[in-house]
């Protein structure tokens, strides 16, 4: 089924990115649109933000990362 990929920054959501149904262990690059991060600004990627893909493990769906 298709998801959300969420991303914030500093803690201030930004408009979501659909991903279209993905195969067990298949990767996809999709673009997402946010406002201009600054340096050291704390961005948080979360994949099935609203849980609606059944998973074996959902601990591992965030990736955080500073802007450079």
Not at 18 to 41: D, M, W
Not at 53 to 59: G, R, Y
């Amino acid at each position: 089924c298709n998801f959300k990929l969420a991303l914030s920054i500093d803690g201030v959501a930004q408009p979501a990115s659909y991903v279209p149904r993905l195969l067990p262990g298949a990767e996809r690059v999709i673009p997402v649109e946010g406002i201009r991060c600054f340096q050291g600004s704390q961005l948080v990627f979360t994949a099935d933000s609203e849980n609606s893909v059944s998973e074996s493990d959902e601990t591992n769906n965030s990736l955080t990362v500073n802007c450079p």
